[in-house]
């Protein structure tokens, strides 16, 4: 019994390191936030023919990296220890804002390597080891555990964002009705020193982290079975189909695609990583990631920019940016919660459909003014990452019911590797292309739903009865799945 309390207050200390991690990498959401002051210090001060427009790239460059990062944190957990990735998350991420308060006085350039590439480097490291750390201690707890820590990755700015308003623009001082920026000598004045105390925040939260986050010791004898199965589940693409304990069963061969499956009971393949590239699902899912970035970089790094443009109220597009994190942390369990009830086909399809409606409308909110306006501003800001807070939620739920759940970590890797060529291209339109943010979100709307229609041809076997007339689609490329033979256990009605 000591040793079950004691196991059960280091497990609880862990949870709580690693959800010091991820809230000090929620600070990232803040690039919305800080945008406005970072754009009008560095065109008052560094380079006045910067664009608003450059600020795309904070937030382009971090998504990228992140992805980049997250299979060099998992190959650096298993060969050195989670240690040394909390350590890396330390370094690079609160290294990289206390940089900032350098470079910001010299160069955008610099502050899109430290803000963008290096913060960037330091979520995708750190972001799945202290999950899996955290799990090791709860098995039994899995989803509370990932949504607690997750949680705090979307609450991070809900924190920080009145932090940085409070320091930088006490008095809530009006931008300039010309320039839609802020030019008062004492605020710009801040903008450097803010970096400094945020550096500081982050570097006590992920220095609890350092402390705290470590993996469940293993026994030698769950060692020793941890073994076995490892070697029982090595280079094998499994599938069971899941029935009722009160029928009879018997193995037979599934071959993907096979019409002659009855479609009630729940089938679950596990695909080698090695193999990902030979299904179709995982370039449809790869594809949906890299199209997705580019709304999301927009609205990271341009909604209060185009807020500010339309409403002389810094104080108030500061609170609403914080508290569109709110509905950013809280929708990813709403939309985890729908996933469980439908599956992941039908709730992305609708997630993309709304999305871009929401996208294409928002710049005609500035047709109206006054309080309607603002109204209007916080309506659509919080419904707007309300549904981009889907994308996190059901891409990895797609992921796991596709390809199956033994490999999910590796496969999302994969999946995920398709924001990190998003970021690229989003960086390459804001480089070629200067519009406006009104432009930016109407483009954002399009690519959703050419995003929906590659989401309709996913293959979903999860689908409820009423649903199912969205399996025409995935039918039509059966022949570009799972093309081996698969043992299962069915039962005899089938």
Request: charged share 15%; with cysteine; aromatic share 12%.
């Amino acid at each position: 019994m000591k040793k079950e309390k004691k196991d059960l207050l280091c497990g609880i200390l862990v949870v709580v390191g690693a959800f010091c991690l991820h809230f000090s990498c929620g600070h990232f959401y803040t690039v919305s936030n800080m945008a406005t002051y970072i754009m009008s210090y560095i065109a008052a001060r560094v380079d006045n023919n910067i664009s608003d427009s450059s600020a795309v790239w904070l937030s382009a460059l971090g998504l990228g990296c992140q992805g980049l990062a997250m299979p060099i944190g998992g190959f650096m957990g298993r060969k050195f220890g989670p240690k040394s990735t909390m350590i890396a998350t330390l370094i690079l991420g609160s290294g990289s804002i206390l940089l900032t308060y350098i470079v910001v006085q010299k160069t955008f350039i610099g502050v899109v390597f430290t803000v963008g590439i290096m913060f960037g480097l330091s979520m995708g490291i750190g972001y799945s080891v202290a999950i899996a750390c955290a799990v090791s201690w709860f098995p039994g707890r899995r989803g509370l555990i990932v949504g607690i820590i997750v949680g705090g990755f979307g609450l991070g700015s809900l924190i920080f964002t009145p932090i940085q308003t409070a320091y930088i623009n006490p008095s809530n001082l009006k931008v300039d009705s010309q320039t839609r920026r802020f030019t008062d000598p004492e605020l710009l004045d801040r903008v450097p020193n803010v970096f400094l105390v945020m550096g500081s925040i982050l570097a006590a939260l992920q220095l609890v982290a350092c402390i705290l986050v470590r993996m469940k010791p293993i026994s030698k004898e769950e060692h020793e079975d941890g073994n076995e199965e490892e070697e029982e589940e090595e280079g094998l693409e499994r599938a069971r189909i899941q029935t009722s304990p009160s029928t009879d069963s018997k193995k037979k061969k599934l071959v993907n695609g096979d019409s002659k499956l009855n479609r009630n009971t729940v089938v679950e393949v596990n695909v080698k990583s090695g193999k990902l590239l030979r299904h179709i699902d995982y370039y449809l899912l790869f594809f949906m990631m890299l199209l997705n970035c580019f709304p999301i970089s927009v609205l990271t790094s341009s909604l209060k920019i185009f807020g500010q443009t339309h409403i002389s109220d810094d104080r108030f597009l500061s609170t609403i940016t914080a508290v569109t994190s709110l509905f950013n942390c809280g929708g990813r369990v709403v939309w985890g919660a729908v996933v469980d009830r439908f599956s992941f086909k039908i709730p992305i399809c609708i997630q993309l459909c709304v999305w871009s409606v929401l996208l294409f409308t928002f710049p005609v909110i500035a047709y109206v003014t006054g309080v309607a306006l603002k109204v209007l501003y916080v309506i659509w800001a919080c419904a707007l990452f309300f549904f981009l807070s889907g994308v996190f939620s059901m891409m990895p739920a797609a992921t796991g019911t596709i390809f199956g759940p033994v490999n999910l970590a590796v496969n999302y890797g994969m999946v995920y590797l398709g924001f990190s060529f998003g970021s690229v291209l989003s960086l390459v339109v804001s480089l070629f292309w200067k519009a406006s943010p009104e432009i930016y979100f109407t483009v954002s709307g399009c690519v959703c739903l050419v995003t929906f229609a590659l989401a309709i041809w996913l293959d979903d076997r999860n689908l409820p009865r009423r649903l199912r007339f969205m399996d025409w689609f995935s039918n039509q490329c059966l022949s570009s799945r799972v093309s081996n033979q698969l043992t299962v256990n069915t039962s005899e009605d089938l």
